[in-house]
């Protein structure tokens, strides 16, 4: 039996009543914090859908607005990932796009 890995993401805590969060050059924008990945490059201006994990606030998990699942997005001052290396994927994945 196959188990949907995302299936769980039903129980992260929405961010706000309708989940909807806009991506912008620098990533998605909350709680005074910059959340980004490289998947993120080429949807900037596109809304989507974010949920966090309550255990760890240095994550956001993005969704497109039908729920799709498009990736983990992080903050980086939070994690103490620099962001030069997420910044550096995220411009290589916007060319692909």
Do not use: S
Not at 14 to 21: C, G, K, Q, S, T
Not at 26 to 43: C, M, P, Q, V, Y
Not at 61 to 67: A, K, L, P, R, T
């Amino acid at each position: 039996m196959r188990i949907d890995t995302r299936a769980l993401d039903l129980f992260l805590r929405p961010v706000a009543a309708d989940e909807l969060r806009t991506v912008a050059k620098k990533g998605i924008r909350l709680d005074n914090g910059w959340f980004t990945a490289h998947e993120l490059g080429g949807l900037e201006g596109k809304p989507v859908r974010v949920r966090m994990d309550e255990a760890d606030i240095g994550q956001l998990y993005v969704f497109d607005v039908d729920g799709v699942f498009i990736c983990v997005a992080t903050d980086t001052t939070r994690l103490g990932i620099t962001a030069q290396e997420v910044a550096a994927k995220r411009k290589g994945h916007q060319r692909k796009v």
